[in-house]
Structures are given as structure tokens and as C-alpha cells.
């Protein structure tokens, strides 16, 4: 048996098993709560997996790598700031977005939500949040697509296109039938398949090289200066300052991102939150650190293999080529595979929801029978995918180029509200509105100027600022809204009897 046709066997076992994961959700998912949320019912460790498969995506794999291995230790403030960001996430508004939503009316997506939430008659809170959402997830998944093409030419010196196609075809698939659920449980697959291989591939470089000191011998020859410097070439200079800034600042994105705080609005109670943050901050600091090791023992295996590495994107991808044995290097591809398709998958799911939920609900005002709208979520599933591939077929920028941009825009439009919603009394559903859309401009206006500080650190600010004073301005108080907000604060405070496993 060839090497090849080992790694097609690993990567069609690969396959398999999500398209089976996908198969066992449809046959669990009943009504159109399921399909969007997974009727409330994530365990914490398939909740915190499952958020940090979402959120990681091709990233992790190719994107971080490759910048480490391109530019050195600088480029992991962004991991750094990442991991504050998603443990503050956790720690603050996982248990209390899980109460609020359930508090209020019972949503079920983020938009639903603050229109409950901020009990906006217009909609148009409702409806500006769904086009964010369809706006920035569709250059997300596109985002995953272009991963998924690439992957496939470093791999198999493929075609693109097909390559492409295929993870999006096999992504749309499960998801199509498995839902909230299908995706979630992959992600779980998928994460513990991301963290094995960021741990086994630059294990097998340092003993394929001859032992961590002539892998570190071999970093310092081969690495420019200040690549191993965590303030780079030129030291620490208002340059190198703003670039931390701006890598740090990613953390903040996290408070917005809606296919990862979905999950939090999942979980089966306010109090198990607790016991997966500890699961995914645990996931993520192992991951992040492989991330990082894997693309600086990358120079020092290219440099020892004489390996002329045209993409610093795939750089696991060619050690782990070169390094395992055929079906093993088949299932540390399929890994980076899981890690492209986790996220798009939760980000079709969520483009759904903001499709059926937050926009054909609003303008038919006669709800359809639940299957029709399981059915019409199935259909904007496929929509939003066949777009994004569209958008894929002709990449212009790096993976990290456009998970950065939508990063940034959600991040601003949804971060600052979500928290002023859930900690502040006084937020109106105009201040949101005005916090949402001047969040969102100003990602685009920002990115044009091209001033060199990340869009979403002042577009974050300038969203929060805008809320708090519009608030201000049109603050009317409703009784009803206090006592959600008191009763949110109760059931923090008290585990809910038919909740199994909480953590107090």
C-alpha cells in the first residue's frame, strides 16, 4: 500500500465519522430549539470543547504557525491576548448570557436576545444584528473555505478548487442534518484531534532533528533577528508597541463572537459554566503553546531538511508529512481538517439561526409549524454555505487577513452590547442599535486607514461609547426589564433542581 493511499484511508475514516456524528444529531434533533441549540442540553466538557474547536478554527493549525514561523515570537501576543479574552468570556458572561437568555422570553440566538432583552418593538435591533451576522460569517466561513483549499494543495499538491470544495461539501453536509448538536459534537472530535496533533508533530521534529538542544541550535542559526524576541526585529519601539496593542486587543473580540457564546447559551445551567471554563482554558493554553512550538521547531526542521517552504501557513502540514507514518500523518491532517471545519460549521449554524430566527420570523408575523422552520434553517444552511464558497473559489488575502477583519467585526459590533446587556440596567434598545452600527462602521472605516493599530480596539471603544450615551439619553424605566435583570442575579446564585452535574 502506497503512502498516499494511507493517508486517503485515515482521511476517509475521517470523514466517516463526522458525516456518522452528523447522522446520530439528525436522528436527536425534533424541533427547531433543537436544531438551533441543541434543546439546552450540552454537558460543560462538550460545551468547552466545542467552544474552542468553534472559535479556533484554521488558525490554530496553519494561521498561528505560520505566522510564528514567519515573524517570530511577536506574533504570539495575539495568542496571549486570546487567552485572556476567552477565560474573562467564560468567566463573565457565560453564566449570566446562559441565565439572561433563558430569563428572557426563552431566546435562543444572540439577536433574539437583546430584542427581548431591551424588549425593542421595532425589530431593528433584531434585524441589524442578523445582518452583521450574515455579513461577517460569510467572509468567516469563506475564511475556512480558502483553509480548506489550501490545505489540500500543500497536502496532496492538489487543486485547489476541488480541495475546497470538498471540505466545504462534507462540512455542509453534517450540518445540514446534525444542526447545534451535529456541530457541537464534532467540535469535540475535532478539538481533541487539534490539541493531539499540536502536541505529537513537533515532538516528532525535535527527535527527527537530534534532540532539543541541536533544535535550538538550529532556531537561533536560522531564525532572523528578534524572531525570538517577543518584541521583535527592532525592540521596543512605539512600533513594536502598537503591534502588541493590537495583538493583545484580539482578546476582546471574544465577548461578540456569537457562534461561541451560543455555546454558553447551551449549557444545561448558569452554574456548570464554571467547571467548563476550566475544561477549555485548559484545552487552550495546550493548544496556543503547541501552535507557538510547532512554527518556531518548523525553522529549525526546514533549515535541517533543506526544505525551501514556499507558504509558512502549512508548515505542520509539511512536517507531519515528512515526519509520521503515512495513516498517522493522514489523521494529524485530518486533525487540521477538524480544525477548519469545526468553525465553519458553527458559523453555518449561526448564520442559519440569523437567517430563520432574527429575519424571516420578524417579517412573517404568522410563525410557520416547527418542522418548517427546521426545514428553513436547512435551507439557509446551504444559502449562506454556497455563497461563501463562491466568495473562496478566488482567495485575495491570508487566512489570517480574513479571520482578523471578521474577528474585528464582530467583536465590535456584538462584544460591547452583550456586555452592557447583561451587566447594565440602563441599556435601551437605542443605545444598543447606536453601539452595534457604530462598532460595525467602524471596523470598515478603520481597516481603511490602515493606521496600523487593529480596527477592533477603537471600534470596540467607540461601540461602547456610543451605547452608554445614547442610553443615557433615551433611558425609560420598565419594571418588567428590573425584574428580569434581578432574576437573572437569583439564578446565578441558585442551581436549578433538574440540572445534572452543576458545579455551585
Not at 456524528?21 to 460545551?47: C, F, Q, S
Not at 505560520?66 to 467564560?90: K, R
Request: aromatic content about 10%; overall charge neutral.
Amino acid at each position: 500500500m502506497s503512502d498516499q493511499i494511507f493517508i486517503y484511508v485515515a482521511l476517509g475514516l475521517y470523514f466517516a465519522a463526522m458525516l456518522a456524528i452528523g447522522y446520530l444529531a439528525y436522528k436527536r434533533t425534533t424541533d427547531h430549539e433543537d436544531y438551533m441549540l441543541g434543546g439546552r442540553n450540552l454537558p460543560p466538557w462538550v460545551a468547552a470543547l466545542s467552544a474552542g474547536a468553534s472559535d479556533m478554527s484554521g488558525w490554530l493549525v496553519m494561521g498561528l504557525p505560520g505566522a510564528i514561523y514567519l515573524s517570530g515570537l511577536i506574533e504570539a501576543w495575539i495568542a496571549i491576548g486570546l487567552t485572556i479574552g476567552a477565560y474573562l468570556n467564560w468567566l463573565l458572561v457565560a453564566p449570566r448570557l446562559r441565565a439572561y437568555t433563558e430569563v428572557s422570553r426563552n431566546s435562543i440566538t444572540v439577536p433574539s436576545f437583546l430584542e427581548n432583552r431591551l424588549r425593542d418593538s421595532t425589530h431593528l435591533l433584531r434585524i441589524l444584528s442578523g445582518i452583521v451576522i450574515l455579513v461577517f460569517f460569510t467572509l468567516y466561513i469563506s475564511a475556512g473555505m480558502v483553509a480548506g483549499g489550501k490545505f489540500f494543495v500543500s497536502s496532496f499538491d492538489g487543486d485547489y478548487l476541488t480541495g475546497m470544495l470538498l471540505v466545504g461539501g462534507i462540512t455542509l453536509l453534517y450540518t445540514l442534518f446534525g444542526g447545534f448538536l451535529g456541530a457541537s459534537l464534532t467540535d469535540v472530535v475535532q478539538g481533541i484531534m487539534m490539541v493531539v496533533a499540536l502536541i505529537v508533530v513537533p515532538i516528532a521534529a525535535v527527535i527527527a532533528i537530534g534532540g532539543v538542544d541541536e533544535t535550538g541550535g538550529l532556531i537561533a542559526e536560522n531564525a532572523s533577528q528578534g524572531h525570538l524576541s517577543f518584541f521583535g526585529n527592532d525592540g521596543l519601539t512605539g512600533a513594536t508597541v502598537l503591534a502588541i496593542v493590537s495583538s493583545l486587543a484580539w482578546g476582546l473580540g471574544y465577548f461578540g463572537q456569537p457562534h461561541i457564546v451560543v455555546r454558553f447559551m447551551a449549557l444545561r445551567s448558569p452554574q456548570q459554566a464554571k467547571s467548563a471554563r476550566r475544561i477549555g482554558i485548559s484545552w487552550m493554553v495546550v493548544s496556543m503553546f503547541g501552535a507557538i512550538i510547532s512554527g518556531l521547531i518548523g525553522i529549525a526542521y526546514m533549515a535541517a531538511k533543506g526544505i525551501d517552504l514556499a507558504d509558512p501557513e502549512t508548515v505542520v502540514l509539511i512536517m507531519s508529512k515528512t515526519l509520521l507514518h503515512p495513516f498517522v500523518a493522514g489523521i494529524v491532517l485530518a486533525a487540521v481538517l477538524a480544525a477548519i471545519m469545526s468553525t465553519i460549521s458553527s458559523q453555518l449554524i449561526v448564520s442559519s439561526s440569523a437567517l430563520v430566527e432574527d429575519l424571516f420570523k420578524v417579517f412573517r408575523r404568522t410563525p410557520p409549524p416547527t418542522k418548517s422552520l427546521v426545514m428553513l434553517g436547512r435551507i439557509a444552511v446551504l444559502a449562506v454555505a454556497v455563497i461563501a464558497i463562491l466568495l473562496a473559489i478566488t482567495p485575495n488575502d491570508t487566512i489570517l487577513g480574513l479571520v482578523s477583519f471578521a474577528w474585528a467585526g464582530f467583536g465590535a459590533a456584538f462584544g460591547p452590547v452583550i456586555l452592557l446587556s447583561l451587566f447594565w440596567r440602563k441599556l435601551t434598545n437605542w443605545g444598543a442599535l447606536a453601539g452595534m452600527f457604530v462598532g460595525a462602521a467602524t471596523v470598515f472605516i478603520w481597516k481603511a486607514l490602515e493606521t496600523g493599530l487593529y480596527e477592533l480596539l477603537p471600534a470596540f471603544v467607540f461601540a461602547m461609547v456610543a451605547a452608554v450615551v445614547v442610553s443615557l439619553v433615551t433611558y425609560r424605566h420598565d419594571e418588567e426589564i428590573q425584574q428580569e435583570f434581578t432574576e437573572t442575579g437569583a439564578m446565578l446564585t441558585v442551581p436549578r433542581p433538574h440540572a445534572v452535574g452543576d458545579t455551585p
